[in-house]
């Protein structure tokens, strides 16, 4: 591939990279030229951010050829990919959380001011601020979170600042991987914006995701991987999404699951009267036995809230929550579990997993049978069948379940976290956005132990911003607005026009 053309500003050719038995890239090739989109697209595991990583320094490639601009490199380390003009927004939450939203932006690159004829210099902390308020104002309309440590901020802004650092340097590439995670429908398309504006000023920009519709809103070509393989680099206006899955995955997968019909039985959550000033106001809702009840609504509505104030994690002022007729009081996960819900949180690289440790510990080890002190001891043989079953049954991509979650794929450590609470085996399940980052295929096979989960007496509080997942699912949907609980429908009510109704607050006009 190599190119005498004026238009390729990155070119790959025969890119290997190894780690104990695993082979991440095969003989990689890409070619990026200026000014357009490259989607990057493959299953979980497929090779996506180990190629982004080489190209940002943070790996280095074991054998093949970089060149940008045409000239050959090496490139060694962060600081070098920048200076090649590479930007990268990465899939796991890079913002150092003790500093500010200009600190983290102008980290490492703080803008100085010389006085004195260059003798006395300071911290130009009047342009950063100025400079990272330009860029958040794309995003936010009000700006006072810019001197907070980020730790206080939550995901959504942080993905934001993030998206700010690595537009503030003028880069001739910026990276973007899986970038819309935690954002709401606004956000992304502020986001869409400007990659258009990006694209405009000859930025170039290679994208990850899994979110195929999306894609074609702004992709010029989708560059096909599959275990580390280039599989096949097409111009977005000659695919479709069925060509594209059909390019990924390599074999026949069915499109869609609907929930199986279940007995609805007893009711088996009880939510009352929950408040938290200036956030949650007077919830009510339950869950049955067999039933997956939905909750929609836009981001920032309290959905996630919500379900954290159910499971006891953050302090509410009043309210109450019963579990197969039985009150508890609830005031930390811990309480939650031992009352028999488990919750499956949005931020999984933070509560998730324990990954220092292997796979099958992770899928088997869990909270319930920690808190219940162990009531029995799972033996060696039958952990690692456990392990098994769903690393096969939703395609978890590893060497082996000794593996430590760590070394896995960001859409990989999902599920490995989702197996665990599905064996964990709870009354009641939450999952907050349960397949956000999760492949095509394996959407599906989530959707099949959601189904078989409920089959077998259990309930499930899902909240999703995928109302395509919601619709297919849910036996009720919630739609919050404002910290509220404006309206409940059932399956057959629910349409993508009258959940937006609600969730963008149409009965209060
Ligand atoms: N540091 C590492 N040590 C060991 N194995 C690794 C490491 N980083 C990645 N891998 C392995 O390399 C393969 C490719 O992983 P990569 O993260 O590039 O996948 P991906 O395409 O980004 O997937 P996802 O869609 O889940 O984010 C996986 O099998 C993964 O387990
Ligand atoms: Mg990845």
Redesign the pocket.
Known sequence: MASKNDDVLISLTGINKG??G?R?LDNMSLEVRKGEVLALV??????????IKILSGLYQKDSGEIRVRGEKVEIQDTKHAQALGISTIF?EPSLAQHLTAVENVYLGREVVKSFLGGAVKLLDEKTMYQETEKLYRNFFSTVEDLNRPVSELGALKNRVIEIAKALSVNASVVIM??PTASLAEEERDVLFDFIHTLKEQGVSIIY?S?HLHELFLFTDRFHV?RD?KHIKTVNADETSVDHLVSLMVGREITNFVEKQTVPIGEEILRVSNLSRPGILKDINFHVREGEIVGIAGLAGSGRTETVRAVMGADPIRSGSVSVSGKQFRIRSPRDAIRAGIGLLPENRKLHGALTGMSVSKNITITSINKVVAMKFVINKKKEVQIAKDYIKRLGI??PSEKQKVK??????QQKVILAKWLYTKPKVLIFDEPTQ?I?VGAKVEVYNLMSEFVANGGGILMVSSDLLELKGLADRIYVMHQGEFAHEFSREEATEENITFYASGGHKA
């Not at 493959?42 to 190629?51: F, M, V």
């Open positions: 780690f104990p695993v991440a493959g299953e979980n595991g497929a090779g996506k951010s180990t190629l899939q991987d899986e990850v899994h991987m580390g991509k590893t070394f896995l794929s960001g859409g990989n980052g492949d």
